[in-house]
């Protein structure tokens, strides 16, 4: 049985992500009320792994997780990439006429704004999880209250679904990763079969400095497929740039990762995995 560290409650989107992910085996969910508090777990018990949102099709990066990962000493060995579909659900003797608020973590009324913006009645209030909505709309009664959650965590909550697939954009994806202790990694993915490598370093405040790295990984046949530049704090105008770059030769990848290291400041291998 995998220990699997979550932000989240069951029925969220990174336990509905852990279950596709680990497809066919037997999960013992660590539910966790922020990401701080799944890398905490993890480093507390080196064999359970987490499962965490790295960047959204509609929101974009989740931009503290990069920073959380690159300090929290484990190791990407998988991503998982998962359609976002959102409903709106209440207790099941409840309706639409006496429904008065509706609940949600806040990205997810976001993306569900046009849906709220037909419902003006509705008072919208933020929350910290989708799935936790549900919950507690369901442990405490929350008459006239409806939640913004996943489908499974209606099921799983027995709750009543009002109208389903209410997201704006039906091309909502989210990008989860795969992270581990590097002592469980090998055990995760083979080496043989990766061919995706997330790295992170800086660059002197020099001209030019990162299009030399990006010639180089050209030369070797590394495909970027996605760079992200966060700033140093207390370093002005310095900046840690986080790249996934993608790879048909693993040898080749090596040799260009030798390379842009004399070019480089505090580079570091996030991971390297199979992507999808």
Known sequence: MKRIAIQGLTGSFH????????KDEQLQLICCSSFEQVFENLKQD???????????????SLLHNYELLR?????IVGEHKLHISHCCCCLPEDDWTTIKEIHSHPVALMQCR???????????VETDDTAGAAIYIKENQCK???AICSSEAARINGMRILEDHIEDNKHNFTRFLVVCNPMKADFMRPLNEVNKASLVFSLPHEEGSLSQVLSILSFYKINLTKIQSLPIIGREWEYLFYVDVTYNDLTRYRQSVDAIAPLTRELKILGEYLGN
């Open 71 to 75: 300090d929290s000493g484990t190791t």
């Open 144 to 146: 006239g209250w409806a």
């Open 114 to 124: 046009r849906f709220i913006n037909q419902h003006p009645n509705l008072k919208a």
């Open 46 to 60: 080196p064999t359970a792994i987490g499962m965490l949102a790295i960047e959204n099709t509609i929101a974009g």
């Open 15 to 22: 336990d509905i992500a852990a279950h596709q992910y680990f």
